[in-house]
Protein backbone atom coordinates (compact mmCIF):
# COMPACT_ATOMS: atom_id res chain seq x y z
CA UNK A 1 0.00 0.00 0.00
CA UNK A 2 1.30 3.42 -0.93
CA UNK A 3 0.24 6.68 -0.10
CA UNK A 4 0.00 8.92 -3.18
CA UNK A 5 1.75 12.67 -2.73
CA UNK A 6 -0.69 15.30 -3.87
CA UNK A 7 1.05 18.48 -5.05
CA UNK A 8 0.10 21.55 -6.47
CA UNK A 9 -3.68 21.00 -5.12
CA UNK A 10 -6.19 24.12 -4.11
CA UNK A 11 -6.28 24.58 -0.26
CA UNK A 12 -9.43 23.33 0.99
CA UNK A 13 -11.99 25.28 2.38
CA UNK A 14 -12.10 26.02 6.19
CA UNK A 15 -14.69 28.12 8.35
CA UNK A 16 -13.59 30.79 10.12
CA UNK A 17 -12.76 30.00 14.01
CA UNK A 18 -11.45 33.22 15.77
CA UNK A 19 -13.71 35.40 13.61
CA UNK A 20 -17.04 33.84 13.37
CA UNK A 21 -20.35 35.58 14.09
CA UNK A 22 -22.11 32.14 13.88
CA UNK A 23 -20.25 29.65 12.22
CA UNK A 24 -17.87 31.33 10.23
CA UNK A 25 -19.40 29.84 7.46
CA UNK A 26 -19.41 32.70 5.51
CA UNK A 27 -15.97 34.03 6.63
CA UNK A 28 -14.27 30.88 5.29
CA UNK A 29 -16.52 30.99 1.80
CA UNK A 30 -14.96 34.53 1.66
CA UNK A 31 -11.50 34.00 2.67
CA UNK A 32 -11.33 30.77 0.53
CA UNK A 33 -13.04 32.84 -2.74
CA UNK A 34 -11.16 35.97 -2.29
CA UNK A 35 -14.30 38.30 -1.97
CA UNK A 36 -15.43 40.35 0.94
CA UNK A 37 -17.25 38.69 3.22
CA UNK A 38 -20.27 41.07 2.93
CA UNK A 39 -21.06 40.06 -0.38
CA UNK A 40 -21.40 36.15 0.31
CA UNK A 41 -23.47 37.26 3.52
CA UNK A 42 -25.99 38.85 1.34
CA UNK A 43 -25.56 36.21 -1.11
CA UNK A 44 -26.69 33.62 1.65
CA UNK A 45 -29.69 36.08 2.66
CA UNK A 46 -31.08 36.06 -0.52
CA UNK A 47 -30.84 32.33 -0.98
CA UNK A 48 -32.56 31.77 2.41
CA UNK A 49 -35.69 33.60 1.06
CA UNK A 50 -35.65 30.87 -1.60
CA UNK A 51 -37.39 28.30 0.25
CA UNK A 52 -34.78 28.00 2.97
CA UNK A 53 -32.27 27.38 0.27
CA UNK A 54 -29.62 29.10 2.29
CA UNK A 55 -30.40 28.01 5.36
CA UNK A 56 -29.69 24.59 4.15
CA UNK A 57 -26.41 25.38 2.35
CA UNK A 58 -24.92 27.13 5.37
CA UNK A 59 -25.86 24.16 7.64
CA UNK A 60 -24.05 21.65 5.36
CA UNK A 61 -21.30 23.77 4.83
CA UNK A 62 -20.95 24.18 8.62
CA UNK A 63 -20.88 20.32 9.38
CA UNK A 64 -18.63 19.39 6.11
CA UNK A 65 -16.52 21.65 6.46
CA UNK A 66 -13.53 21.82 9.20
CA UNK A 67 -12.55 25.12 11.60
CA UNK A 68 -9.76 27.06 10.84
CA UNK A 69 -7.10 28.11 13.02
CA UNK A 70 -7.47 31.76 13.01
CA UNK A 71 -7.68 33.65 16.20
CA UNK A 72 -8.65 37.48 14.93
CA UNK A 73 -11.79 38.27 16.19
CA UNK A 74 -15.10 40.14 14.29
CA UNK A 75 -15.52 43.51 14.85
CA UNK A 76 -18.26 45.41 16.92
CA UNK A 77 -19.29 46.74 13.64
CA UNK A 78 -18.88 44.18 11.36
CA UNK A 79 -20.24 41.97 14.09
CA UNK A 80 -23.20 43.74 14.10
CA UNK A 81 -23.87 44.21 10.21
CA UNK A 82 -23.97 40.73 10.57
CA UNK A 83 -26.31 40.58 13.33
CA UNK A 84 -28.65 42.62 10.76
CA UNK A 85 -28.23 40.85 7.97
CA UNK A 86 -29.58 37.34 10.07
CA UNK A 87 -32.45 39.59 11.08
CA UNK A 88 -33.47 40.21 7.39
CA UNK A 89 -33.10 36.49 6.19
CA UNK A 90 -35.24 35.33 8.88
CA UNK A 91 -37.67 37.77 8.13
CA UNK A 92 -37.19 36.90 4.40
CA UNK A 93 -37.65 33.04 5.29
CA UNK A 94 -40.82 33.74 7.43
CA UNK A 95 -42.65 36.10 4.55
CA UNK A 96 -41.75 33.51 2.11
CA UNK A 97 -42.68 30.69 3.66
CA UNK A 98 -45.79 32.14 4.89
CA UNK A 99 -47.10 33.20 0.78
CA UNK A 100 -45.44 30.29 -0.85
CA UNK A 101 -47.21 27.52 1.41
CA UNK A 102 -50.05 29.80 3.39
CA UNK A 103 -48.63 28.56 6.39
CA UNK A 104 -50.43 30.32 9.72
CA UNK A 105 -48.14 32.69 11.36
CA UNK A 106 -48.16 30.66 14.28
CA UNK A 107 -46.59 27.29 12.12
CA UNK A 108 -43.74 29.66 10.74
CA UNK A 109 -43.46 30.53 14.33
CA UNK A 110 -42.40 27.64 15.63
CA UNK A 111 -40.38 26.39 12.96
CA UNK A 112 -38.31 29.60 13.43
CA UNK A 113 -37.90 28.89 16.98
CA UNK A 114 -36.88 25.19 16.43
CA UNK A 115 -34.56 26.56 13.41
CA UNK A 116 -33.17 29.11 16.04
CA UNK A 117 -32.89 27.00 19.03
CA UNK A 118 -30.70 24.30 16.87
CA UNK A 119 -28.50 27.10 15.79
CA UNK A 120 -27.64 28.20 19.41
CA UNK A 121 -27.01 24.34 20.06
CA UNK A 122 -24.65 23.90 17.69
CA UNK A 123 -22.76 26.71 17.54
CA UNK A 124 -21.88 26.38 21.28
CA UNK A 125 -21.50 22.83 20.98
CA UNK A 126 -20.02 22.89 17.15
CA UNK A 127 -18.58 20.25 15.58
CA UNK A 128 -15.42 20.13 16.80
CA UNK A 129 -16.11 20.49 20.25
CA UNK A 130 -17.06 23.13 23.11
CA UNK A 131 -15.78 26.74 22.08
CA UNK A 132 -13.17 27.85 25.21
CA UNK A 133 -13.67 31.36 24.09
CA UNK A 134 -16.81 31.62 27.10
CA UNK A 135 -16.70 30.50 30.55
CA UNK A 136 -18.40 26.79 31.05
CA UNK A 137 -21.60 28.68 32.49
CA UNK A 138 -22.28 30.67 29.76
CA UNK A 139 -21.64 28.39 27.32
CA UNK A 140 -24.43 25.55 28.94
CA UNK A 141 -26.48 28.33 29.51
CA UNK A 142 -26.81 29.43 25.71
CA UNK A 143 -27.32 25.50 25.29
CA UNK A 144 -29.85 24.60 27.66
CA UNK A 145 -31.72 27.41 26.09
CA UNK A 146 -30.85 26.30 22.99
CA UNK A 147 -32.16 22.90 23.32
CA UNK A 148 -35.83 24.97 25.08
CA UNK A 149 -36.09 26.58 21.59
CA UNK A 150 -36.28 23.24 20.09
CA UNK A 151 -38.18 21.55 22.20
CA UNK A 152 -40.77 24.77 22.42
CA UNK A 153 -41.11 25.02 18.79
CA UNK A 154 -41.81 21.40 18.58
CA UNK A 155 -44.47 21.50 21.03
CA UNK A 156 -46.09 24.46 19.56
CA UNK A 157 -46.11 22.68 16.26
CA UNK A 158 -47.85 20.28 17.84
CA UNK A 159 -50.26 21.77 19.96
CA UNK A 160 -51.40 24.37 17.43
CA UNK A 161 -54.48 23.27 15.33
CA UNK A 162 -53.21 24.61 11.82
CA UNK A 163 -50.50 22.55 11.31
CA UNK A 164 -50.07 19.47 9.42
CA UNK A 165 -49.65 17.54 12.17
CA UNK A 166 -53.05 18.44 14.22
CA UNK A 167 -55.15 15.78 12.02
CA UNK A 168 -52.17 12.82 13.25
CA UNK A 169 -52.50 10.17 15.54
CA UNK A 170 -51.34 11.70 18.97
CA UNK A 171 -49.01 8.90 19.94
CA UNK A 172 -47.40 9.15 16.05
CA UNK A 173 -46.61 12.85 16.68
CA UNK A 174 -45.10 12.20 20.13
CA UNK A 175 -42.66 9.77 18.54
CA UNK A 176 -42.06 12.07 15.45
CA UNK A 177 -41.45 14.92 17.54
CA UNK A 178 -38.93 13.24 20.31
CA UNK A 179 -36.86 11.69 16.91
CA UNK A 180 -36.86 15.27 15.32
CA UNK A 181 -35.69 17.20 18.44
CA UNK A 182 -33.10 14.50 19.54
CA UNK A 183 -31.89 14.52 15.89
CA UNK A 184 -31.28 18.30 16.02
CA UNK A 185 -29.72 18.18 19.28
CA UNK A 186 -27.25 15.50 18.69
CA UNK A 187 -26.43 16.42 15.65
CA UNK A 188 -22.71 17.79 17.37
CA UNK A 189 -22.18 14.74 18.87
CA UNK A 190 -22.72 12.47 15.44
CA UNK A 191 -20.50 14.45 13.57
CA UNK A 192 -18.08 15.10 15.80
CA UNK A 193 -17.75 11.46 16.55
CA UNK A 194 -17.93 10.58 12.69
CA UNK A 195 -14.74 13.14 12.25
CA UNK A 196 -12.73 11.05 15.20
CA UNK A 197 -13.66 7.89 13.30
CA UNK A 198 -12.23 8.96 10.10
CA UNK A 199 -9.40 10.45 12.24
CA UNK A 200 -8.75 6.85 13.86
CA UNK A 201 -8.98 5.17 10.22
CA UNK A 202 -6.59 7.85 8.74
CA UNK A 203 -4.05 7.19 11.72
CA UNK A 204 -4.56 3.37 11.29
CA UNK A 205 -3.87 3.48 7.52
CA UNK A 206 -0.44 5.86 8.24
CA UNK A 207 0.75 3.15 10.73
CA UNK A 208 -0.05 0.17 8.49
CA UNK A 209 2.24 2.20 5.99
CA UNK A 210 4.76 2.76 8.25
CA UNK A 211 5.04 -0.67 8.92
CA UNK A 212 5.02 -1.92 5.68
CA UNK A 213 7.48 0.52 4.59
CA UNK A 214 9.68 -0.74 7.62
CA UNK A 215 9.74 -4.25 6.51
CA UNK A 216 10.76 -3.85 3.17
CA UNK A 217 13.68 -1.88 3.93
CA UNK A 218 14.41 -4.32 6.50
CA UNK A 219 14.20 -7.53 4.22
CA UNK A 220 15.96 -5.20 0.96
CA UNK A 221 17.64 -2.70 2.10
CA UNK A 222 19.30 -3.28 5.17
CA UNK A 223 20.06 -6.86 4.18
CA UNK A 224 21.57 -5.46 1.05
CA UNK A 225 24.03 -2.84 2.96
CA UNK A 226 25.15 -5.86 5.11
CA UNK A 227 26.01 -8.05 2.07
CA UNK A 228 27.94 -4.78 0.78
CA UNK A 229 29.76 -4.55 4.25
CA UNK A 230 30.50 -8.07 3.85
CA UNK A 231 32.13 -7.59 0.07
CA UNK A 232 33.75 -3.85 0.88
CA UNK A 233 37.08 -5.38 -0.97
CA UNK A 234 34.94 -6.44 -3.92
CA UNK A 235 34.24 -3.46 -6.07
CA UNK A 236 32.54 -5.17 -9.16
CA UNK A 237 30.31 -6.99 -6.71
CA UNK A 238 29.17 -4.26 -4.48
CA UNK A 239 28.27 -2.28 -7.89
CA UNK A 240 26.25 -5.30 -9.13
CA UNK A 241 24.08 -5.48 -5.08
CA UNK A 242 23.80 -1.51 -5.56
CA UNK A 243 22.15 -1.98 -9.08
CA UNK A 244 20.29 -4.47 -7.95
CA UNK A 245 19.05 -3.26 -4.61
CA UNK A 246 18.14 0.32 -6.53
CA UNK A 247 16.42 -1.46 -9.42
CA UNK A 248 13.93 -3.51 -7.00
CA UNK A 249 13.49 -0.40 -4.98
CA UNK A 250 12.45 1.46 -7.91
CA UNK A 251 9.99 -1.61 -8.83
CA UNK A 252 8.74 -1.58 -5.35
CA UNK A 253 7.87 2.36 -5.16
CA UNK A 254 6.72 2.89 -9.05
CA UNK A 255 6.13 -0.33 -10.80
CA UNK A 256 3.43 -2.80 -10.18
CA UNK A 257 3.75 -6.49 -9.71
CA UNK A 258 2.58 -8.10 -12.70
CA UNK A 259 4.22 -11.08 -14.00
CA UNK A 260 6.33 -11.96 -16.92
CA UNK A 261 3.61 -13.70 -18.41
CA UNK A 262 1.21 -11.18 -18.17
CA UNK A 263 2.78 -7.87 -18.98
CA UNK A 264 5.03 -7.79 -21.55
CA UNK A 265 6.90 -4.52 -19.58
CA UNK A 266 7.17 -6.78 -16.90
CA UNK A 267 8.73 -9.56 -19.18
CA UNK A 268 11.38 -6.74 -21.07
CA UNK A 269 12.28 -5.60 -17.09
CA UNK A 270 13.09 -8.86 -16.19
CA UNK A 271 15.24 -9.88 -19.16
CA UNK A 272 17.22 -6.64 -18.71
CA UNK A 273 17.45 -7.38 -15.12
CA UNK A 274 19.12 -10.78 -15.69
CA UNK A 275 20.97 -9.02 -18.45
CA UNK A 276 22.67 -6.54 -16.49
CA UNK A 277 23.34 -9.27 -13.24
CA UNK A 278 24.98 -11.01 -15.86
CA UNK A 279 26.76 -9.14 -17.55
CA UNK A 280 27.30 -5.82 -15.83
CA UNK A 281 26.44 -2.59 -17.38
CA UNK A 282 23.89 -0.50 -15.88
CA UNK A 283 20.44 -1.32 -18.24
CA UNK A 284 17.84 1.92 -17.81
CA UNK A 285 13.98 -0.30 -18.89
CA UNK A 286 11.75 2.96 -20.00
CA UNK A 287 8.29 1.30 -21.21
CA UNK A 288 5.37 3.57 -22.38
CA UNK A 289 2.08 1.16 -22.15
CA UNK A 290 1.25 -2.49 -22.43
CA UNK A 291 -0.01 -5.54 -23.88
CA UNK A 292 -2.93 -6.83 -22.54
CA UNK A 293 -3.01 -10.62 -20.79
CA UNK A 294 -5.41 -11.94 -23.60
CA UNK A 295 -3.12 -10.71 -25.88
CA UNK A 296 -0.42 -12.39 -24.43
CA UNK A 297 -2.01 -15.21 -23.51
CA UNK A 298 -3.37 -15.99 -27.01
CA UNK A 299 -2.07 -19.20 -28.36
CA UNK A 300 -1.81 -17.76 -32.30
CA UNK A 301 0.57 -15.13 -31.02
CA UNK A 302 2.07 -16.14 -27.66
CA UNK A 303 5.23 -17.60 -29.72
CA UNK A 304 5.42 -13.74 -31.29
CA UNK A 305 5.57 -12.46 -28.08
CA UNK A 306 8.23 -14.40 -27.07
CA UNK A 307 9.97 -13.81 -30.30
CA UNK A 308 10.27 -10.57 -29.42
CA UNK A 309 11.93 -10.52 -25.58
CA UNK A 310 14.38 -13.25 -27.05
CA UNK A 311 14.98 -10.84 -29.49
CA UNK A 312 15.39 -7.68 -26.98
CA UNK A 313 17.31 -9.98 -24.53
CA UNK A 314 19.85 -10.92 -27.53
CA UNK A 315 20.56 -6.86 -28.42
CA UNK A 316 21.07 -6.75 -24.72
CA UNK A 317 23.16 -9.63 -24.74
CA UNK A 318 25.56 -8.71 -27.71
CA UNK A 319 25.81 -4.37 -26.25
CA UNK A 320 26.78 -5.95 -22.79
CA UNK A 321 29.73 -8.24 -24.44
CA UNK A 322 31.02 -5.98 -26.76
CA UNK A 323 30.02 -2.53 -26.87
CA UNK A 324 32.15 -1.58 -23.77
CA UNK A 325 29.17 0.60 -22.52
CA UNK A 326 28.73 1.29 -19.22
CA UNK A 327 25.25 2.17 -19.76
CA UNK A 328 22.33 0.45 -22.14
CA UNK A 329 19.19 2.14 -22.77
CA UNK A 330 15.88 0.08 -23.10
CA UNK A 331 12.56 1.85 -24.79
CA UNK A 332 9.33 -0.28 -25.12
CA UNK A 333 6.76 1.29 -26.34
CA UNK A 334 2.90 0.08 -27.54
CA UNK A 335 1.16 1.83 -29.60
CA UNK A 336 -2.64 0.89 -30.93
CA UNK A 337 -1.11 -1.08 -34.08
CA UNK A 338 2.37 -2.21 -32.94
CA UNK A 339 4.80 -2.68 -30.36
CA UNK A 340 8.32 -1.32 -30.89
CA UNK A 341 11.25 -2.23 -28.72
CA UNK A 342 14.81 -0.19 -28.96
CA UNK A 343 18.18 -1.18 -27.14
CA UNK A 344 20.56 1.29 -27.52
CA UNK A 345 24.22 2.06 -26.24
CA UNK A 346 27.04 4.60 -26.80
CA UNK A 347 29.84 2.13 -27.17
CA UNK A 348 32.47 1.28 -29.72
CA UNK A 349 30.33 0.39 -32.11
CA UNK A 350 31.00 -1.78 -35.90
CA UNK A 351 30.84 -1.78 -39.61
CA UNK A 352 27.48 -3.88 -40.32
CA UNK A 353 29.38 -4.72 -43.53
CA UNK A 354 32.57 -6.37 -41.95
CA UNK A 355 30.50 -8.55 -39.94
CA UNK A 356 31.93 -12.17 -40.88
CA UNK A 357 28.81 -14.69 -42.56
CA UNK A 358 29.37 -17.45 -39.65
CA UNK A 359 28.73 -14.71 -37.13
CA UNK A 360 24.75 -15.05 -36.57
CA UNK A 361 23.97 -13.60 -34.12
CA UNK A 362 22.45 -10.53 -35.55
CA UNK A 363 20.56 -12.40 -38.68
CA UNK A 364 19.62 -15.41 -37.24
CA UNK A 365 18.74 -14.77 -33.33
CA UNK A 366 17.59 -11.14 -34.24
CA UNK A 367 16.20 -10.74 -37.96
CA UNK A 368 15.09 -14.39 -38.95
CA UNK A 369 13.25 -14.46 -34.87
CA UNK A 370 11.67 -11.18 -35.85
CA UNK A 371 10.85 -12.51 -39.41
CA UNK A 372 9.31 -15.83 -38.22
CA UNK A 373 7.12 -13.34 -35.57
CA UNK A 374 5.77 -11.38 -38.41
CA UNK A 375 7.60 -8.30 -37.40
CA UNK A 376 10.93 -6.79 -38.62
CA UNK A 377 14.62 -5.87 -37.07
CA UNK A 378 16.16 -3.46 -38.04
CA UNK A 379 20.15 -2.91 -37.14
CA UNK A 380 22.02 0.52 -36.83
CA UNK A 381 25.71 0.92 -35.61
CA UNK A 382 28.75 3.41 -36.43
CA UNK A 383 32.25 2.89 -34.93
CA UNK A 384 32.68 5.04 -32.49
CA UNK A 385 29.06 5.68 -31.74
CA UNK A 386 27.97 2.90 -30.57
CA UNK A 387 24.94 0.88 -31.89
CA UNK A 388 20.75 1.05 -31.98
CA UNK A 389 18.74 -2.25 -32.50
CA UNK A 390 14.97 -1.17 -33.48
CA UNK A 391 12.65 -4.07 -32.92
CA UNK A 392 8.68 -3.70 -34.37
CA UNK A 393 5.94 -6.54 -34.09
CA UNK A 394 2.34 -6.11 -35.19
CA UNK A 395 -0.69 -6.18 -32.61
CA UNK A 396 -2.46 -8.59 -35.24
CA UNK A 397 -1.25 -11.82 -36.54
CA UNK A 398 -0.49 -11.13 -40.39
CA UNK A 399 1.97 -13.80 -41.11
CA UNK A 400 2.34 -17.51 -41.39
CA UNK A 401 5.21 -18.90 -39.49
CA UNK A 402 7.94 -20.21 -42.05
CA UNK A 403 9.89 -21.93 -39.26
CA UNK A 404 7.95 -24.39 -36.84
CA UNK A 405 10.60 -24.42 -34.35
CA UNK A 406 10.15 -22.66 -31.18
CA UNK A 407 12.40 -19.99 -30.45
CA UNK A 408 15.11 -20.86 -27.93
CA UNK A 409 17.45 -18.99 -26.31
CA UNK A 410 20.29 -19.67 -28.37
CA UNK A 411 24.08 -20.98 -27.10
CA UNK A 412 26.30 -18.21 -26.04
CA UNK A 413 28.94 -18.81 -28.75
CA UNK A 414 25.91 -18.41 -30.90
CA UNK A 415 24.87 -14.91 -29.69
CA UNK A 416 28.09 -13.16 -31.02
CA UNK A 417 28.18 -10.36 -33.23
CA UNK A 418 31.30 -10.58 -33.96
Known amino acids: MKSEIRTGAEPRLQRRSGGKVVAGVCGGVADHLGVDVFRVRVVFVVLAALAGAGVLAYALLWFFCPSGDDTTHVEPRERRQAYGLIVIGVIALAANGMVATSAPAQSMLAILFVLGGAALVWREADVTGISSSHSRLITWTRLVFGALFVVGGLVLMVVSPDTPLAGMNPILVAVLVTVVGSVLLTVPVWMKMLRALNEERAARIRTDEREEIASHLHDSVLQTLALIQKQADRPDTVAKLARRQERELRQWLFGDNARPNESLAAAISVVAAEVEDTYGPEIETVTVGDVTVDELRDPARARDWGALVAAAREALVNAAKHSGADTIDVYCEVADGEVEVFVRDRG ?71
Not at 359 to 383: D, F, L, Y
Not at 388 to 413: F, G, I, Q, W, Y
Open 348 to 418: VGFDLDAVDPDRQGISRSIRARMERAGGTARVTSTPGRGTNVALTLPRTAEHTAADPAVDKPRPENDQEIA
